[in-house]
């Protein structure tokens, strides 16, 4: 059977490219370099620069930095459970980036803390180099590849969830993911067999770090022998490359099923949403996590119809696939196919428009541009609802308080100033600093069975919306959800990141608790108020 012909222009074409530059082929390819430079200089400080001014990991990791000590503690065997918020989940997540994680601390005398703090940025740094491989491969020159470079190292939802503490897997997923994808691409190009174990074992490395990355690298190798492998000898290639992944994968799954059977994979797979309204973001033209004007996105969704009116389709079909397959990380993974096609946006459309105007324009567009998307990009960790941000020194002083002075049998209700789960850094590290059971957090559950994630999924909100409300709104909430609770920890933080336009978390219900006989303050700091239920 042939394989359908969408391959894009050789790089090495002299064909002049719409929105280049007209002076020489030097001045041009020169110019591309110094574009593909700066965009990837800018993507490494832009991911780099929420860690190193942070003194903590940003947003989450809490689990992960448990289960970075439980390998450490158990000389590197996986554990049957993790040691984390009671030590009931089981340790089945891909487990690739936690190792890597304790050997660096074993063979180097790096802590564990952080690691979880800078590995997750540095990885997500590494990751453009596999996306500007790609880009050379689905794009039609070097000038549009140094465009989707400096579209990737912005788009803020190539990489905010990549470089939290919890990041230490999806960075490293993401980063397998690409190369995996790159080499697919290559295998099926050229059907040479050379490539096969090279995409077997990226796929393999890929699985072993992230389950949802490893399906982001099977369907898009999927629509790369759709689109570039429709051949008998690609088919087998596919099918070898398959089995030599799962086996190479196989220590890992193997002993996970050992331990626990399927249940943890069968709840996991659960949890991803899935629904028609995947596609709503699409629609909102929200899902790149832009502060301000949404500019990447509507250029990206420009580049997506101009490809597919060039009759390039697999980027387009690529982008839409992503959405429908997984509604939850799809917003990452298009964040591929969507720097592709801002750059072919920029190049085909509005570029070569302004080059009718002035020789100058183009050039003034793309400063702006720079400019524009320098600031938005910087500016991600000011919104009350950023993810991008680090539970403060104060809070957690106040969970090392609470390790120090109550009951190790005790069982809190942790509320914090966030309604949304992933945000809420104060639920996933109060169960580390605090060394105590959190009844609310969500963090692990995807790997119990019963339903038990979604089941916390809805109710997390309901108890952190008790933070206006009084405490009777937690007494209801603990009944209704049958939460046995001996103490409350509230926040303090501040809503959002600037401090003179920020307001206190839960000042209602830290007022109602102060007010309440039935239940004693204990703790009443610049971080927290902790407060134990009074003796019957």
Same mark, same amino acid.
């Given at each position: ?17 719409? *929105? ?67 030590? $009931? ?64 190292? !912005? ?35 050229? #059907?040479?067999? &050379? ?36 051949? #008998? ?53 929200? !899902? ?5 004007? *949404? ?20 980027? /387009?079909?690529?982008?839409? %696939?992503? !959405? ?25 459309? %509005?570029?070569?428009?302004? &080059? ?30 950023? /993810?991008? $941000? ?20 005790? #069982? ?60 009777? +709104? ?28 920020? #307001?206190?978390? +839960? ?30």
């Amino acid at each position: 059977m042939q394989a359908i012909n969408t391959s894009p222009m050789r790089l090495s074409q002299p064909a002049q490219q719409p *929105g280049q530059p007209t002076a020489s082929s030097g001045w041009r390819r020169l110019l591309s370099l110094a574009l593909l430079l700066v965009g990837v200089e800018l993507g490494l400080f832009v991911r780099l620069y929420f860690v190193l001014t942070a003194d903590f990991p940003v947003n989450d990791g809490g689990m992960f930095y448990a289960m970075i000590q439980d390998l450490l503690a158990n000389d590197f065997v996986l554990p049957r459970t993790i040691s984390y918020n009671g030590g $009931q989940i089981p340790f089945a997540y891909p487990p690739l980036a936690f190792y890597l994680a304790a050997f660096l601390a074993r063979s180097t005398g790096w802590a564990p803390l952080s690691i979880v703090q800078f590995l997750p940025g540095v990885v997500s740094g590494a990751t453009i180099l596999p996306f500007l491989l790609l880009s050379r491969k689905l794009l039609a020159s070097r000038w549009q590849v140094g465009l989707a470079v400096m579209a990737f190292a !912005f788009i803020p939802r190539s990489f905010n969830w990549e470089i939290m503490g919890g990041g230490l897997t999806r960075s490293l997923g993401f980063f397998f993911a690409l190369w995996a994808i790159y080499a697919a691409l290559q295998l099926f190009r050229t #059907r040479r067999a &050379r490539y096969v174990p090279v995409v077997a074992a990226l796929a393999a490395l890929t699985i072993l770090s992230h389950l949802e990355m490893g399906l982001f690298a099977a369907a898009t190798s999927v629509l790369l022998f759709l689109f570039y492998g429709r051949n #008998r000898r690609s088919l087998v290639h596919a099918l070898l490359v398959t089995g030599l992944a799962v086996v190479l994968a196989g220590p890992w799954w193997w002993t996970v099923l050992g331990y626990h059977g399927l249940s943890p994979f069968l709840a996991a797979a659960q949890t991803g949403a899935h629904s028609w309204l995947a596609l709503m973001p699409l629609l909102l033209l929200n !899902f790149t996590n832009e502060p301000f004007s *949404g500019l990447l996105v509507v250029l990206g969704l420009l580049g997506l119809f101009v490809a597919w009116a060039d009759g390039k389709r697999f980027l /387009p079909v690529w982008f839409v %696939i992503l !959405f429908l397959l997984d509604p939850r990380k799809a917003a990452t993974y298009s964040t591929v196919p969507l720097a592709m096609a801002i750059a072919i946006a920029l190049d085909q459309m %509005i570029l070569p428009r302004l &080059r009718i105007r002035s020789r100058w324009l183009p050039g003034l567009l793309l400063a702006i541009f720079l400019l524009h998307t320098l600031i938005s990009t910087l500016s991600i960790s000011l919104g009350e609802t950023s /993810p991008v $941000q680090v539970l403060p020194q104060e809070e957690r002083q106040a969970m090392a308080w609470v390790a120090e002075n109550t009951p190790p049998e005790s #069982r809190f209700l942790v509320i914090g100033p966030s309604p949304s789960w992933p945000r809420d850094a104060t639920s996933e590290w109060f169960p580390v600093l605090a060394e105590r059971l959190s009844l609310a957090t969500v963090q692990g559950t995807e790997w119990l069975p019963d339903g038990r994630f979604e089941e916390m999924a809805e109710a997390f909100p309901e108890l952190q919306r008790c933070g206006t409300d009084d405490v009777r +709104c937690v007494e209801s909430w603990a009944q209704e959800n049958r939460a046995d609770f001996t103490h409350i920890f509230v926040s303090k933080s501040l809503l959002g990141a600037d401090p003179e336009k920020g #307001r206190e978390c +839960c000042a209602a219900l830290r007022f109602s608790l102060a007010q309440d006989p039935d239940y004693r303050i204990l703790y009443d700091g610049p971080g927290a108020l902790v407060v134990a239920k009074a003796a019957p």
